[in-house]
Each structure stands twice: as structure tokens, then as C-alpha cells.
């Protein structure tokens, strides 16, 4: 082979690495997720209790357009309620382990800092089908809520546990599911194939 033909060779060779190479990087950007998967309890209580906040959303709007105004707006949501909420149990709260609802006088954990986050971005105009509540799982083993932004360029945690906004294969957590961008009351499964260490479940 001459040598001009080893250099276009190598020229293409490259161009179907970086292609390759980002196609992987831009499905990492967003979480795999699977088919249906079951409801938290304490989100179907919420439900029953909030069904406005639960049915069909607009499919169309998800994965916002992520512009410099909408990442300033979610980095503030986030810093906001992540100060403004103080930590408490549900059992300090409200007597039972596992409620999920808004913050009650200023207090909540951690479904409560996400369930405001949603709310609050909402009301900045961001689409309800962009905005998704998600269980994780801790390097504890401990299960987590926080509230993941659909974007375009990628999926977007914003937690209590965290005052950054991190793309979701940035975090330590696995996630194990999230609520549909097609109806606030129905959840799929994600299926997280990273490598994170996570301790024994209890």
C-alpha cells in the first residue's frame, strides 16, 4: 500500500471511530430504561391523594431543549430547595415510613426535596414530561429519590445529597427506575450497567 493510501485509511479508520465513539457517548447521555415497572408505594399513595399530578403527559416535550437560561434555571431550583428544606424522616414527619409528599413546614426527605423540584420547575415552564422522579440505589445499599431533568443533551440529577447537578452516569448511585415521560403515574425500569460498587441490600 502507498503511502498516500495508508493515510487515507487511517483518515477513515479514524472517522468511523469518532463516529462510533460518539454514538456510545451519546447513548450514555441517556438512561436506558426497559418496559413498565411497578409503582413505589408511597408515589401511588401520592396519586391517590394528588391524581392531577399523576396522568397522561405531553411525550412531545420531553428531552427539553437544554439552553443557557434552563441550566441556570435548574441549578438554582436545585441549590434553592436543597437550602430552603430542612432533612427529616417520614417517620419524624408523619408517623409511617414511607409517605411521599411536598415539604411539610419547611421539612421533608428526600422525595420531598424532588417532588418540590418538579413543582418548582414546572411553574418555570419546563414540561412535566421532562421532569421524572427516580429511585436509586445507594453505595450503601439504601434506596434514594431524586429528580432526574430530561434534556437534550442528556439526563440530569438533581438530588438533596449532592448541591451538584450531575449527569446521571456521573453519579454513585444505581438506578433502578424512573416515571415514564409519557404518564406522571406510571414507572419503567433503567437498566444501569455501569460499574458502581454497591453494598449489601438490607
Known amino acids: 500500500m502507498g503511502h498516500i493510501a495508508r493515510i487515507l485509511a487511517a483518515v477513515a479508520a479514524s472517522a468511523v471511530m469518532s463516529a462510533a ?9 441517556f438512561m436506558p430504561t426497559t418496559g413498565l415497572s411497578s409503582q413505589p408505594i408511597g408515589h401511588y399513595e401520592f396519586c391517590q391523594r394528588k391524581p392531577q399530578e399523576c396522568g397522561p403527559t405531553n411525550a412531545g416535550g420531553a428531552q427539553v431543549e437544554l439552553t443557557r437560561e434552563l441550566w441556570a434555571t435548574i441549578v438554582e431550583v436545585n ?19 414511607e409517605y411521599w409528599a411536598y415539604p411539610n413546614n419547611g421539612y421533608g426527605d428526600c422525595e420531598a426535596y424532588a417532588l418540590e423540584k418538579r413543582r418548582m420547575l414546572i411553574r418555570a415552564g419546563v414540561p412535566a414530561a421532562s421532569l421524572l422522579m427516580t429511585v436509586v440505589r445507594q453505595t450503601n445499599g ?16 438533581l438530588d438533596n445529597l449532592e448541591p451538584r447537578v450531575l449527569r446521571w452516569h456521573d453519579t454513585e448511585y444505581e438506578v433502578l427506575k424512573r416515571v415514564s415521560e409519557r404518564h406522571a403515574g406510571q414507572w419503567i425500569g433503567v437498566s444501569d450497567h455501569r460499574n458502581v460498587i454497591v453494598g449489601s441490600v438490607r
Do not use: C, K, Y
Open 142 to 157: 439504601e434506596g434514594h429519590a431524586v429528580l432526574t431533568v430530561s434534556t437534550s443533551m442528556g439526563d440530569f440529577i
Open 79 to 97: 441549590n434553592a430547595v436543597n437550602t430552603m428544606v430542612t432533612p427529616r424522616t417520614d417517620w419524624e414527619l408523619w408517623g409511617v415510613e
Open 21 to 29: 465513539t460518539g454514538a456510545a457517548a451519546q447513548a450514555q447521555a
